[in-house]
């Protein structure tokens, strides 16, 4: 087997739902190593859940979630962070007060992280120069499109083995919409899988290798991102063709 195609997280027919309501109905869904996919749903449609559930937030009622070839029943959310999951979870949740470095630093609390603290925070400086530059400046100070680097480099401070992105670009403008994009792209790129849930299916076709559609709770397609863009439902239904 290519070690590129070594199965990160699989999600096999999950139910899941809140106390007897439910909202995802037999969803599966799978990422490699090096992979960038995108799930994608309107709003309510299911996706926070779903990632609630990958990270340990809440149980599937049926089905499996497989991390890394475990199965993770009932793990809390700082024990998956341990095994190497990080959530960035939606509106990024910085603290506003704290310097952009001492909530990158917040990133890296577990044990194990703590030694290589220094040399993580400069590998997250050199990937963001621009996170540099406001190092000392108070987070809640910069542009929504910034915060959100910060956030994403204070998840790389875990040295996860996937990354889990709720919405990133929500509330951002268009020119800091392709930014944080193109950001997760090259996160990607350097080894780092992720999983991008947006509403946004134009940008996340643009950037991700594969993305999955999510419609009121079921998955109804999936595919390449390449050839998602050419399909006859899509540029009907999102892109307005
Ligand atoms: N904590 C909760 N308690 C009850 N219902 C919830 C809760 N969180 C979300 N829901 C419901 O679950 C459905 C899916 O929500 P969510 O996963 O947040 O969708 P999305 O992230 O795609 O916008 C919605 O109908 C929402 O109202
Ligand atoms: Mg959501």
Redesign the pocket.
Known sequence: MNQNDEVILKVESVDLG??A?Q?VFGVSLEIKKNELVGLV?G????????LRAVSGMIKPWQGRILFKGEEIPGLAPHEMAERGLAHVPMGRQLFPNLTVKDNILLGAYLPRLRAKRKANLDKVFSLFPDVEKFANVEAGSLSGGQQQMVAIGRALMLEPDLLLMDEPSLGLSPLYVKQVMQTIRRVADLGFPVLL?EQNIKQVLQFSDRTYV?EN?KLVLEGPSSTLEGHPMIRKAYLGL
Not at 43 to 50: E, H, L, Y
């Open positions: 809140y106390s309501l909202v749903g709003n309510g449609s299911g996706k926070s859940t779903i849930v999510l709770g």
